[in-house]
């Protein structure tokens, strides 16, 4: 396990905790792994208050000193299943290995997996959160009401849909558009960071809670869109999803704002941008 893999599952783990996550089963290649990597235990969590102490006997000799407790175990169900294997792969065999995963309960419920589209060599990326009806049928990332909303902000922003990159934190369509679950997400996102260090984008744009806790460890999408961002090295911009905007049209003011800052890092004038009647 890389340096940057150990810290971002250190980094995903403690977020769970705050959330109030308990317990995460790592299978034993995953656990071992970290452990070399890290000295840092793992954020796993008692679940049982200590027991009270003994109220101490002063005529009794002490009691023998009890052994430490031995550390919990960390292996057990097979929860992670496609951490690892993605290192060093290739676009086509990132793309063979996503279309044939089964490594989380999402494919049990989706029409296929949805991977990516765009400029591989992209300067820009967006990131969404998962696939809705829509991109569960056609296999391509945000291609409904949502997605033709993000082409206009795309071509608003001077670039056409073919020279971005875009992608979703879940590859498999969560059931009801629910937000994906932690193992789901903690299963998938090896596939997107793996796309990412693909890409080498100057900017990335997150859209919505979703990625920008998953990528970030954000809170609130509402204090922290249009605020700078680095996801190892890379500018981010976090701003709200198409979708949130299509539903809070008074928000694409906000939202615009945000995706200039973009444009002037990556040398566009928004002045040129033609005013939508
Ligand atoms: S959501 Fe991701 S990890 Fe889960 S089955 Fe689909 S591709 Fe695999």
Redo the contacts with the bound molecule.
């Keep these: 396990m890389s340096a940057s893999l150990t810290a971002e599952l250190q980094r995903i783990l403690e977020r769970w905790q705050s959330r109030g996550v308990r317990t995460v089963s790592l299978s034993p290649g995953v656990a071992e792994a970290y452990f070399r990597r890290s000295p840092k235990p793992l954020p796993t969590v008692s679940v049982a208050p200590p027991p009270p102490r003994p109220a101490p006997r002063p005529a009794a000799p002490p009691p023998p000193k009890a052994e430490p407790p031995p550390p919990p175990p960390v292996a057990a169900a097979p929860v992670v299943a ?1 951490s690892l294997p993605v290192e060093g792969m290739g676009w086509e065999e990132l793309q063979a290995k ?1 279309a044939s ?4 309960k ?2 049990q419920g989706c029409t296929q ?1 949805v991977f990516g589209v765009g400029d591989i060599h992209a300067r820009l990326m967006f990131i969404g959160e998962g696939p809705g009806f829509d991109e569960d049928q056609q296999g391509i990332p945000f291609v409904g009401k949502a997605g033709q909303l993000l082409t206009k902000m795309i071509q608003a922003m001077q670039f056409s849909r073919d020279e971005v990159y875009i992608a979703n934190i ?3 369509r969560p059931p009801n558009n629910r937000n994906p679950e932690p193992d ?1 997400v903690l ?2 996102l090896p ?1 997107l960071r793996r796309q990412i260090e693909l890409v080498k984008p100057e900017v990335i744009v997150v859209l919505g809670a979703v990625p920008l806790r998953e990528l970030l460890g954000g809170r609130s999408i509402m204090r922290e869109r249009g605020e700078w961002r680095d996801y190892h090295g890379i500018a981010v911009m976090p701003t709200f999803h198409p979708s949130y905007l299509l539903r809070v049209p008074t928000a694409k003011r906000q939202a615009w704002d945000d995706l200039q800052q973009v444009m002037q890092r990556l040398g566009k004038d928004p002045a040129q941008t033609t005013p939508r009647r």
């Design positions: 496609s996503v995963c089964e490594a989380c999402l494919r997996t879940v590859k498999c789901e299963c998938c596939y």
